[in-house]
Nanobody, 121 residues
Framework: VQLQAYGGGVVQAGGSPRLSCAASGRYHMGWFRQAPGKERLFAAGISDSGGTTIYADSVKGRFTISRDNAKNTVYLQMDSLKPEDTAVYLC???????????????????WGQGTLVTVSS
């Protein structure tokens, strides 16, 4: 499984970038983020059909995860960004035997390389 994440960069607080993660197939997917010196934390996840989405409390109401299965691509629309959202954002895929959306790193079988989002105040 190959995952390619892109769309990061430097944005001002309050900005609304969109991250994309292209996969080589259709999987339950998750977005995680890791700030410098911090642990990797769940942000949002989506089922392979797109029918189920879950969010961390820290991003609920500001981030929206979606997918286009014709393109095997998952998106993370980030709105109302704050400086504390600065992190490397990584997408992951849960393997075929996993029952649901990966909400913890140990439920991810494959990882993309990550894309850095820096929010300036």
């Amino acid at each position: 499984v190959q995952l390619q994440a892109y769309g990061g960069g430097v944005v001002q607080a309050g900005g609304s970038p969109r991250l994309s993660c292209a996969a080589s197939g259709r999987y339950h997917m998750g977005w995680f983020r890791q700030a410098p010196g911090k642990e990797r934390l769940f942000a949002a996840g989506i089922s392979d059909s797109g029918g189920t989405t879950i969010y961390a409390d820290s991003v609920k109401g500001r981030f929206t995860i979606s997918r286009d299965n014709a393109k095997n691509t998952v998106y993370l629309q980030m709105d109302s960004l704050k400086p504390e959202d600065t992190a490397v954002y990584l997408c992951c895929a849960a393997g075929g035997l996993r029952p649901g959306v990966p909400a913890t790193p140990d439920l991810c079988d494959f990882w993309g390389q990550g894309t850095l989002v820096t929010v300036s105040s």
